[in-house]
């Protein structure tokens, strides 16, 4: 039996209130875009900074905060400068540094801007910092979030809204509306991100030019990871077929941005940027190498153990001890490791070498191939634990409180164990430091000297914008890996 078909259409009556529908919808959610122009979006800017916002703590909660608060307060004070001199200054911008060796930035709308400390270790410059973050700056001033959602959710709502007005097949309008509002803003957007990010630089003191230095930077590690794996890069910033120096177009938006006197590009300090990137770690971190849940794991490499402390706490460092501490101050665990003079249960070191005689809700404790003995000291309720590991004990002290109770001390003292050998890198992770090159050292040179794991030259020459053939030149500073 055939099916039957029919055009969809609507009485001619009801056209003009269908017409009358989709201008005043256009009207309404005609915006105006902070860069110049306007744009059709369906979000207010109160919903889109509430949306950041929202945003901004389930990141928060998915991804592991590089800990480093001097290099934190240095992103944010070059990011915060950028955005002065955006088309959105009033935002209440925030910069994150994503604990992960990705090379990845990426913006959130309402103001929330974070790069990843892999990208970072490629940067060579603060006007090169600028611009990665100018970049992300140039897609919250464009509202380049709310106008992807917004074409996305129009692809549908027009096409039915077309459907009754002229009877079109619903998949084929679908089709249409979707490609005409969608396929093209990959590569839009980004130039218009990149156009803005060089403005902003400009109007900031820097070289605008330094886009086109970090998205040649991204080019060259896209080139070298495809000759060196079977794997695709990761491609941050939608990476062109082309070498960015050949590209037309990316030149022209840029150029558009001005060129700084000598006088106005003097101003950077380039001792500040090495200062800030040296200790960055490079590949795999310590804070987040247990998975997401264990981001404050402790690796102690002189006596080859790690533990995990609570989320959050810091921690103070000595030759012999570690201690961890809450934020209020009203918790912490400290560990303290002591040579065995004599073999002893742990239950009577605590007894007789810490000379604690009682203990309340004692256990024995055995991890991860460990002995020891645990339980509350009465004389002022600070969990005690002894765990023997080789020719040493470690003595284990903890306070709990209301927020950190004695489950969560437990729970600390449980992850103690020896460092395992695939968590080398973990343990003692490779950072950049910076050496002056003397005219005769070579990449080659360094590279049987690094403590990269793998293609040592290749990545030498990465991490200081030489890549493929370029050398150190006399004078000049370039980062090593310890």
Not at 29 to 36: E, I, K, L, R, V
Not at 38 to 43: G, K, S, T, W
Request: hydrophobic fraction near 35%; aromatic fraction near 8%.
């Amino acid at each position: 039996m055939k099916s039957l078909s029919f055009p969809l259409t609507i009485p001619t009556v009801l056209k003009p209130a269908v017409t009358l529908f989709l201008v005043t919808t256009f009207l309404v959610a005609c915006a105006s875009n902070p860069t110049g122009g306007a744009n059709f979006v369906l979000m207010s800017e109160n919903a889109e900074i509430e949306k950041g916002r929202e945003l901004h703590e389930e990141m928060l909660q998915q991804n592991p905060i590089y800990q480093d608060g001097e290099l934190q307060a240095y992103v944010d004070r070059i990011g915060k400068k950028m955005a002065a001199v955006s088309h959105r200054p009033e935002l209440d911008y925030v910069f994150t540094i994503i604990d992960s060796p990705d090379i990845n930035a990426f913006a959130l709308p309402g103001g929330y801007v974070y790069i990843n400390r892999g990208l970072m270790t490629y940067l060579n410059s603060e006007a090169q910092l600028a611009a990665v973050l100018g970049h992300e700056i140039g897609h919250i001033t464009a509202r380049h979030a709310v106008r992807q959602q917004t074409a996305s959710r129009t692809a549908n709502a027009a096409s039915i809204a077309l459907i009754f007005a002229t009877g079109v097949d619903m998949r084929e309008t679908t089709s249409l509306i979707s490609g005409a509002l969608i396929s093209g803003y990959g590569r839009e957007m980004e130039l218009e991100a990149d156009s803005l990010g060089a403005e902003y630089l400009f109007n900031a003191g820097y070289d605008p030019n330094a886009m086109v230095e970090v998205i040649e930077v991204l080019k060259n590690h896209e080139d070298f990871t495809k000759r060196t794996s079977n794997r695709t890069a990761v491609a941050y910033h939608g990476l062109f077929a082309s070498h960015p120096r050949n590209d037309t177009r990316l030149k022209e938006v840029v150029g558009k941005a001005g060129t700084l006197s000598e006088q106005q590009s003097g101003s950077e300090d380039p001792s500040l940027f090495r200062d800030q990137m040296t200790g960055l770690i490079i590949g795999p971190s310590p804070q987040n190498a247990a998975g997401g849940d264990q981001r404050n794991r402790y690796y102690q490499n002189l006596f080859n153990y790690t533990l995990i402390f609570p989320e959050g706490w810091a921690r103070q460092e000595t030759t012999t001890t570690v201690t961890g501490t809450s934020m209020d101050q009203a918790s912490h665990i400290r560990v303290e490791g002591r040579r065995l003079q004599q073999a002893k249960e742990a239950r009577l070191y605590i007894r007789e070498d810490l000379g604690i005689p009682d203990l309340r809700q004692s256990e024995p404790l055995s991890q991860f191939g460990l002995a020891g003995f645990t339980g509350i000291n009465p004389a002022n309720n600070e969990r005690i634990a002894v765990l023997y590991y080789g020719p040493r004990a470690f003595v284990i002290s903890g306070k709990a409180s209301e927020e950190f109770p004695d489950d969560t001390l437990m729970e600390s003292i449980r992850s103690f164990r020896p460092i395992a050998r695939n968590e080398t890198l973990f343990a003692n992770p490779v950072q950049i430091t910076y050496i002056q090159a003397d005219g005769r050292v070579t990449y080659a040179d360094l590279a049987r000297q690094s403590r990269l794991p793998e293609h040592q030259e290749d990545m030498l020459r990465l991490l200081n914008g030489d890549y493929p053939f370029g050398e150190p030149d006399e004078g000049e500073w370039i980062k090593i890996a310890n």
